[in-house]
C-alpha cells in the first residue's frame, strides 16, 4: 500500500506539472489542461490518503511544524493563484491603450459577432515557428471572447495533422477554415476584415441585394475610373453583397429583395415619379443611402 501511495504522489505531482506547462504553452488546450490537473489533484489526495499516518508522525516533531507552516503558505499561494487564473480565464477583460486602438475589434465586427445566430469553429492551420502565428491567435480569441459561446477556434500544425490539411484543401500556412453546420469557407490570412467578411458569408443565409441608382449623373459601379465606386462594389461583394444597377424611371416599384438603395452623388434631381418609389420603399421598412458631394 505504501509504495502504491508513492507512485499516486508522484504521477499527481507530474501531472499537475503537465496542467502548469499547457497553461503556459498551449492555452487552447482547456480540456487536456482541466483533465490533467483534475487527475494529478486526484493522485496528490491518494498519495496523502495513503500516508497519512506517516505524515502525522513526522508533523508531530517540532521541526517538521516549522516546516509544515511554510508547506502550507506555499500551498494558499499556489491555490489563491490558481483561483486568480481560473477567474480570469472565465471572466477575462482587456485595455486597449493604444492611440488608434489597434489591438480592438471594431464596432462592426463587434456587432457581427454579438448577434452570432449559428455556431462557428474556426480551424487555423499555423505551424509552431510561423511568423505572426501568435497575432491570429490572439485575434481567435478576441473573437471568441466576444461571441457568446457561438464562435470556437483551434489550432493545428499542417505539418503534424497532413490529413486534416488535405480534407480541408490547405495548401499554405495560415490558412483559416470557418466552419458551420452548412457552410465552409476558407481564409488565406487572418486579418480582422477578411476574418469578419468570412464569419457573414457563413452564417448568413443566401446574398443580400444593393441597388445603386444611376440615370442622374451618378458615380458608377462598373466605372474604375478616379470618379468610379468599382472599389467599393469590390468591398461590398467580398461582404457577401449583391451588387445591381437600379434605373428608377423604368421600374414600376423597388424591387422586393432590395436590403439598401444607394444614391450615390446624383448631378440631377430624381423626377417626381422616381421620388414616389423611393418614398413607397422607404415606407415599407426599406433603406436608403443618399451621397451628397
Known amino acids: 500500500m505504501k509504495q502504491i501511495g508513492d507512485w499516486a504522489g508522484t504521477l499527481g505531482a507530474l ?52 516546516g509544515a507552516n511554510a508547506l502550507l503558505m506555499i500551498l494558499l499561494l499556489l491555490g489563491i493563484l490558481a483561483l486568480v487564473e481560473a477567474v480570469s480565464y472565465r471572466h477575462n477583460y482587456r485595455l486597449d491603450l493604444t492611440e488608434n486602438r489597434r489591438h480592438s475589434l471594431s464596432p462592426q465586427t463587434l456587432k457581427i459577432l454579438q448577434s452570432l445566430q449559428a455556431d462557428v469553429t474556426a480551424t487555423g492551420f499555423f505551424r509552431g515557428d510561423l511568423p505572426g502565428k501568435r497575432g491570429a491567435e490572439d485575434l481567435l480569441r478576441q473573437y471568441e471572447s466576444h461571441s457568446g459561446g457561438k464562435f470556437r477556434w483551434k489550432s493545428v500544425d ?31 490570412d487572418t486579418s480582422e476584415e477578411k476574418l469578419t467578411n468570412g464569419l457573414v458569408m ?3 443565409e443566401g446574398k443580400r441585394v444593393v441597388y445603386v441608382v444611376k440615370g442622374h449623373g451618378e458615380h458608377e459601379v462598373s466605372n474604375t475610373d478616379r470618379a468610379g465606386f468599382s472599389e467599393a462594389r469590390t468591398a461590398l461583394e467580398k461582404a457577401n453583397y449583391e451588387v445591381k444597377e437600379l434605373l428608377p424611371v423604368r421600374e414600376a416599384k423597388i424591387p422586393d429583395d432590395a436590403a439598401l438603395v444607394i444614391l450615390p452623388g446624383p448631378k440631377n434631381d430624381l423626377l417626381p415619379a422616381e421620388l414616389a418609389l423611393l418614398d413607397a420603399y422607404i415606407a415599407r421598412g426599406g433603406k436608403v443611402f443618399f451621397m451628397v458631394n
Do not use: I, Q
Open 202 to 204: 457563413v452564417t448568413r
Open 15 to 66: 501531472l499537475l506539472l503537465a496542467a502548469a506547462v499547457l497553461w503556459l504553452g498551449k492555452p487552447e488546450w482547456e480540456m487536456a489542461r482541466a483533465v490533467s490537473a483534475l487527475a494529478g489533484a486526484v493522485g496528490l489526495l491518494g498519495a496523502l490518503y495513503v500516508n497519512f499516518g506517516r505524515l502525522r508522525a513526522v508533523f508531530a516533531r517540532r521541526s517538521a511544524r516549522y
Open 158 to 188: 499542417p505539418d503534424r495533422e497532413p490529413g486534416l490539411a488535405k480534407r480541408y484543401g490547405v495548401e499554405s500556412y495560415g490558412t483559416v477554415v470557418l466552419d458551420t453546420k452548412t457552410k465552409s469557407e476558407k481564409l488565406l
